[in-house]
């Protein structure tokens, strides 16, 4: 009987063992097959950085997740370089960058790390939420960041934010308190809302989200005046391409449907709008690759928003979504 007992032991310890070794050798799989093709961070920055390139947050799994990196523009795909720096969100010209960090723990610190031309640190500032989005002006001597104050998401009804515009390192405040103007009337609501800057050229225009409620605006503002328009609604977080032709915007189609949203191209010349041909719902704020193109971060099925790629789409509805640049996110185009 005992020795009946210690064979069925030894056979179950033997299944048990082989069990344990296939999932290992599938759970080694599968983390293979998820990390074919990613490209090494194995790129100079100094010879990256030189030429035209893209910026972004990598989220690759493994040491440099969530780090700055950038790649060649003519070789999204190839080989990155990364520059050692954890950001949430990232913007860069050629002349600046802005890295938006968390620092988390038991309390969590957030803040804003100006970059110069090789995007190393050279200076820092606090933020007072959770970073979203942050744009610059193409002479890097406008910055713009949004936090969340309240809530961690667009799609949620009791969200809060702070967007604030620095001129040269100095804040001009938030812009929640600049008179605001929607169909005619001052916006005043108690739960108005604004996020999503994107310059002109003349450092004076800018254009930006306005919400309350279940309506968003988008808003052509005068830093000058230091007030804002409406100029139609359901568009959010703009992006005006860099021929200040065009803006594209995420937009909602059902106003019921929190976090639900198309991406979209407005001539601002003919005031025609063109639905693209990325179906999926997409919260981001869009990069012109060049007049005819975007960029955009989309998370990958099942991911729980930890790995994200940068798909790319024509601007004017045709044609399809393609990934440009692997594991990666807050894509910036340099040229």
Known sequence: ??????????ISAVLCLGLAGGYFIYVRAQGSSTMTGVPESDANPASVLAGQHIVFRSSAL???YGQLAAVPLDHPEGSRASLGMTCERTYATRTAGVCL???????????????????????????AGLPSRVRMSADSSLVATTTFIGGHSYAQASFSTETIIRRDGKSLGNIESWQSTVDGRPLRSVDRNFWGVTFADDDDTFYATAASGKTTWLMRGSLKARSMVSLRTDAECPSLSPDRNKIAYKKRLDSNARGVWRLAVLDLHTGKESLLAETRSVDDQVEWLDDSRLLYGLSRPGSEATTSDVWVVPADGSGTAAVLIPEASSPAVVR
């Open 1 to 10: 009987m005992k020795r009946a007992r210690l064979i069925m032991l030894m």
């Open 101 to 127: 960090f968390a620092k988390r723990g038991v309390v969590q610190t957030y803040g804003i790390t100006m970059l110069d031309a090789q995007l190393r640190p050279v200076g820092n500032a606090e933020l």
């Open 62 to 64: 493994g040491a440099h």
